[in-house]
């Protein structure tokens, strides 16, 4: 019943995955294609009513609205690393910054001017990013807000074609 209704709320849909995609590219924050990949929605539409959610990987909110840091940093949502905060001992049994390290290529240089280890260039990454925080960089947030503010527009015009043609249809069955 709801066809045109269902419509705009996958065209809404498609263009926020879109956008955020292309955000995570251009902002240079999609080394494992893992949170671009893990972008998507789920579109359920009944007769009485309909419910949109994005889904993504759960770090992903981390990226968008940013984690304050124990010394400084911004965030959104008042995410924040805590003193006591376990990045370090969490990056000794994942080895997520070692490994991103290696990816892009970056190594540290000790006094003497040797090269550090990933792995102790991973140590110093999850130091540094609990000290000042993670950005917030609004890959998602402002596609969503852009696309959302013209929504409840396009949302009410498909509304009236979907009630337009249940009447057509009910007055010809008549």
Do not use: C
């Not at 809404?12 to 080394?31: C, D, E, P, W």
């Not at 994942?94 to 040797?114: C, D, L, S, V, Y």
């Amino acid at each position: 019943m709801l066809d045109n209704v269902k419509k705009e709320l996958n065209a809404f849909a498609k263009y926020v995955i879109s956008q955020s995609r292309a955000n995570l590219t251009r902002g240079k924050k999609n080394g494992t294609k893992e949170l671009w990949d893990s972008l998507d929605y789920d579109l359920k539409v009944s007769p009485n009513s309909f419910g949109l959610e994005f889904m993504m990987e759960d770090y992903g909110v981390f990226q968008d609205r940013g984690v304050k840091g124990t010394k400084k940093g911004k965030s959104l949502d008042n995410f924040s690393y805590k003193k006591s905060s376990n990045l370090v001992g969490v990056e000794y049994h994942t080895k997520t910054f070692a490994k991103w390290a290696k990816r892009k290529g970056i190594q540290f240089r000790t006094k003497n001017g040797r090269f550090t280890t990933h792995e102790q260039t991973g140590y110093m990454l999850a130091n540094i990013i609990k000290k000042n925080g993670i950005k917030p960089s609004l890959f998602f947030t402002k596609p969503f807000k852009k696309a959302f503010s013209n929504l409840d527009k396009d949302i009410v015009k498909a509304f009236a074609l979907d009630v337009e043609q249940l009447i057509k249809t009910t007055t010809n069955k008549k």
